[in-house]
């Protein structure tokens, strides 16, 4: 088959969805955060999963203990990245609107049934369970992070670390509760010694994401650094080009902005407010009230 058409239908099938765009750049490292481009290549026409749509019977953030595995996975060498473009549909979510009642179910189905016991990449060999994502089904804000670290993988909960604690600030200084917001991350195992996905990991796993998303269907999406900004907007751009400004994605308004443990890294005055900035201006498409002083950055 023509290579071209085989790596069409590998991302039709991957994403589930009518039309694909071409991507902007090719998605190379280019900072302290830099992180690769998710690419969805033919070797990985496998991973496409389908979103069931019965019904669980638990709460998202019911806690949960760790899944056993009797024989560990194989999987190493099966996913090497192929040099190919990065796909990702832009085409305005379609399908109907889901209830609340429905959307919990189809995500904890999604989690139990699927994202719990995934061997889709070489994640799963070294986690010790899987990091859903949590918050309000029907949140209007979702935040999406780069992978959890450490004390994600012990307790099975998105951003609980220090990065974490520093998101629920900025959470909160835009007036809301945690949860309130949607929170998850593009990888769902954590990537050894918390480095950031590799392409592969990325593009295995991200259709969990996408499906989350199309679940929730939030009016705004925040991208939290490069690799989770990388990835929405398919664009190899640095996170001082893309944030601050919003983009459109899906008929969703995207802002990216920096990654809690950036600016812990970086704790300085001009990188709080270009994060505070970034959030009042999500408060203000939310209808937020914004009082916008510099000093109330989180
Ligand atoms: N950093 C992330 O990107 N995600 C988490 O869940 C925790 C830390």
């Not at 209007?140 to 951003?159: A, H, M, T, V």
């Not at 195992?189 to 990325?202: G, I, K, L, S, V």
């Not at 593009?203 to 679940?215: H, K, N, R, S």
């Not at 925040?222 to 398919?234: D, E, K, M």
């Amino acid at each position: 088959m023509n290579p071209k058409l085989r790596l069409y239908l590998s991302a039709e099938r991957a994403f589930g969805v009518e039309s694909i765009r071409r991507p902007i750049g090719s998605g190379a490292a280019a900072s302290d955060e830099a992180a690769p481009v998710a690419r969805v290549t033919p070797a990985l026409q496998n991973i496409a999963h389908s979103s069931p749509r019965v019904a669980p019977t638990v709460p998202s953030f019911a806690p949960r203990p760790p899944v056993e595995r009797t024989s560990p996975p194989s999987v190493t060498t099966s996913y090497m990245p192929e040099p190919t473009m990065p796909l990702l549909p832009v085409e305005p979510f379609t399908a109907t609107l889901l209830s609340t009642a429905q959307k919990r179910l189809r995500l904890e189905q999604l989690d139990e049934k699927q994202v719990r016991n995934c061997t889709k990449c070489r994640l799963c060999e070294t986690r010790t369970q899987t990091v859903f994502g949590e918050g309000d089904v029907d949140a209007k804000l979702l935040f999406i992070g780069e992978g959890p670290g450490e004390n994600e993988d012990l307790s099975g909960r998105p951003f609980v670390g220090r990065a974490g604690q520093l998101l629920d600030k900025m959470i909160a200084a835009m007036g809301l509760q945690r949860e309130q917001v949607y929170i998850a991350n593009i990888v769902k195992c954590r990537p050894p010694n918390n480095r950031a996905p590799m392409h592969d990991e990325t593009a295995a796993c991200t259709p969990y994401l996408m499906d989350q998303v199309e679940t929730v269907r939030p009016k705004v999406i925040v991208t939290l650094g490069l690799p989770a900004t990388r990835f929405v907007l398919q664009s190899d751009l640095s996170m001082g080009k893309m944030r601050g400004q919003f983009h459109d994605w899906r008929g969703i308004q995207v802002m990216p902005t920096y990654h809690p443990s950036y600016v812990l890294r970086s704790y300085t005055p001009q990188t709080r407010a270009a994060v505070w900035s970034d959030l009042q201006q999500v408060m203000n498409v939310l209808g937020l009230k914004v009082e916008g002083k510099k000093s109330d950055a989180p």
